[in-house]
């Protein structure tokens, strides 16, 4: 007859099982660093991108800036693009935080659709270099890690 094991069998058992898929997952946690790393990436570029969409609604809707600079008075270009960039940021920031591949290419939109408009149309908004150079370095940033975090898992 085949013998019933304990209740302290059982559980040391159990012990045993939990202790070894503890260090299998800190094992795979160590194995996808660049990927952890571009999800934080991703993360805080999320909430640039929500400071950056609420910036763009605060000027729509004259939180910031004085009677001169209210939205109305604006050229209709300025206008057209800071609605754009207030509701595009705010979608990719979504889609930033929840690391999905559709938030990166809307994000992606934004950083290169900024950089044309102050590149080719500086009546717009200003053609402000820094701006440019900012959103080429997160560009970068970008490209890096996902390359990073791509080379980590098997094709």
Excluded: C
């Excluded at 202790?19 to 909430?47: H, I, K, Q």
């Amino acid at each position: 007859m085949p013998e019933i094991p304990s209740a302290r069998d059982l559980a040391r058992d159990n012990t045993a099982m939990s202790v070894a898929a503890l260090s299998s997952d800190r094992r795979e946690s160590d194995d996808n660093v660049w990927t952890r790393r571009l999800v934080l990436f991703l993360r805080v570029m999320a909430m640039l991108s929500i400071a950056k969409g609420l910036y763009h609604w605060a000027q729509v809707t004259g939180f910031i800036g004085g009677e001169d600079e209210a939205f109305e008075n604006q050229p209709m270009a300025w206008q057209a693009a800071t609605v754009y960039f207030a509701v595009i940021e705010l979608v990719a920031a979504v889609g930033l935080w929840l690391a999905t591949p559709w938030g990166a290419v809307v994000w992606l939109t934004t950083v290169v659709s900024m950089a044309v408009i102050e590149l080719m149309f500086p009546g717009i908004y200003g053609g402000n270099l820094l701006v440019v150079a900012g959103e080429a370095v997160m560009l970068a940033a970008y490209l890096v890690l996902a390359w990073m975090a791509a080379r980590e898992r098997p094709p």
